[in-house]
């Protein structure tokens, strides 16, 4: 009997003991599934997420990349192109033609540029293709007292929102959602570029209170995709940084919406000519080389 019980007993032991491996392995497996595997390779495969097609076109021309229609589900505004740069494969995404307010303008704000970027990410992840490095690219406000001007190339050190007002414990920090970009201090270097904050909200405009938010955001520019495309790029794990150029200054003298349409032409030249140049220097690197 004596030996029955301790054949049982050691039985037992061994089956706990099978079991708590189980358990750890799959735990550490789930742990380190939510670590960003992107950023450990050599970053070969980038999306560079575009709002506007006038600030898409010059560089989706110049790289002659090209459209790739069956990219999106059939029932989304959003357009895809793609293509090489060097050792780069490089997938421009943006948010197409307003079609339900039959409006007919840009798809500009927060909802299509998550929504286009989590379709993007999910789509490539789902075809083995996953992107190492996504890139948000496009024409902001500067702020004059972080020494912005007009054209300036402004690389984002994070994101936030300054319109998403939550006074409710927990909701508030959710409502800012200020989330890091990968760091670019060496690009910044290299393209003799500036770092800072980019602030997102809904509105081309702003009041008093945005103005507040703002300054406690510590924002160099002011978009309205930045912090949505961030979110989206964060659930699929993809390191992220936005490449903003500066159209109109936010806390100078004329209204956004004339300095805004006045520079945009030369701002998405700025972009063409400083992408290629963003693309020169990540194709190839790790990310802690950025």
């Given at each position: 009997?004596?030996?029955?019980?301790?054949?049982?007993?050691?039985?037992?032991?061994?089956?706990?003991?099978?079991?708590?491996?189980?358990?750890?392995?799959?735990?550490?497996?789930?742990?380190?599934?939510?670590?960003?595997?992107?950023?450990?390779?050599?970053?070969?495969?980038?999306?560079?997420?575009?709002?506007?097609?006038?600030?898409?076109?010059?560089?989706?021309?110049?790289l002659n990349l090209q459209?790739?229609?069956?990219?999106?589900?059939?029932?989304?505004?959003?357009?895809?192109?793609?293509?090489?740069?060097?050792?780069?494969?490089?997938?421009?995404?943006?948010?197409?033609?307003?079609?339900?307010?039959?409006t007919g303008v840009d798809n500009v704000g927060?909802?299509?540029?998550?929504?286009?970027?989590?379709?993007?990410?999910?789509?490539?992840?789902?075809?083995?293709?996953?992107?190492?490095?996504?890139?948000?690219?496009?024409?902001?406000?500067?702020?004059?007292?972080?020494?912005?001007?007009?054209?300036?190339?402004?690389?984002?050190?994070?994101?936030?929102?300054?319109?998403?007002?939550?006074?409710?414990?927990?909701?508030?920090?959710?409502?800012?959602?200020?989330?890091?970009?990968?760091?670019?201090?060496?690009?910044?270097?290299?393209?003799?570029?500036?770092?800072?904050?980019?602030?997102?909200?809904?509105?081309?405009?702003?009041?008093?209170?945005?103005?507040?938010?703002?300054?406690?955001?510590?924002?160099?520019?002011?978009?309205?995709?930045?912090?949505?495309?961030?979110?989206?790029?964060?659930?699929?794990?993809?390191?992220?940084?936005?490449?903003?150029?500066?159209?109109?200054?936010?806390?100078?003298?004329?209204?956004?919406?004339?300095?805004?349409?006045?520079?945009?032409?030369?701002?998405?030249?700025?972009?063409?000519?400083?992408?290629?140049?963003?693309?020169?220097?990540?194709?190839?690197?790790?990310?802690?080389?950025?």
């Amino acid at each position: 009997h004596d030996v029955v019980l301790c054949s049982c007993e050691c039985s037992e032991m061994l089956l706990k003991i099978f079991l708590a491996v189980i358990l750890l392995n799959s735990s550490t497996t789930a742990f380190s599934s939510i670590k960003p595997a992107a950023s450990h390779k050599m970053i070969s495969n980038v999306v560079i997420a575009i709002a506007m097609e006038a600030e898409a076109s010059p560089f989706v021309n110049h790289l002659n990349l090209q459209p790739d229609t069956t990219f999106f589900p059939s029932q989304t505004p959003f357009h895809a192109f793609t293509g090489k740069h060097g050792n780069c494969n490089l997938t421009v995404v943006t948010n197409g033609k307003d079609a339900v307010h039959d409006t007919g303008v840009d798809n500009v704000g927060t909802v299509p540029a998550a929504v286009a970027t989590f379709l993007t990410l999910q789509k490539m992840s789902v075809e083995d293709n996953a992107a190492h490095l996504l890139i948000n690219a496009g024409t902001c406000g500067g702020f004059k007292r972080k020494g912005a001007e007009i054209g300036d190339v402004f690389l984002t050190t994070a994101v936030a929102n300054h319109d998403r007002r939550i006074p409710i414990p927990g909701f508030e920090t959710f409502g800012v959602g200020r989330i890091a970009s990968t760091s670019v201090e060496n690009l910044a270097s290299h393209l003799d570029a500036k770092l800072g904050v980019c602030t997102t909200g809904n509105s081309l405009d702003f009041h008093e209170v945005d103005s507040q938010h703002m300054i406690d955001n510590d924002a160099s520019v002011k978009d309205m995709e930045a912090a949505a495309i961030a979110w989206a790029s964060e659930t699929w794990n993809v390191p992220h940084f936005g490449v903003k150029v500066v159209t109109d200054i936010v806390d100078g003298d004329k209204p956004t919406q004339e300095e805004f349409f006045e520079n945009l032409g030369t701002a998405a030249k700025s972009l063409q000519e400083a992408l290629p140049k963003v693309i020169d220097f990540v194709c190839d690197k790790k990310h802690d080389e950025l």
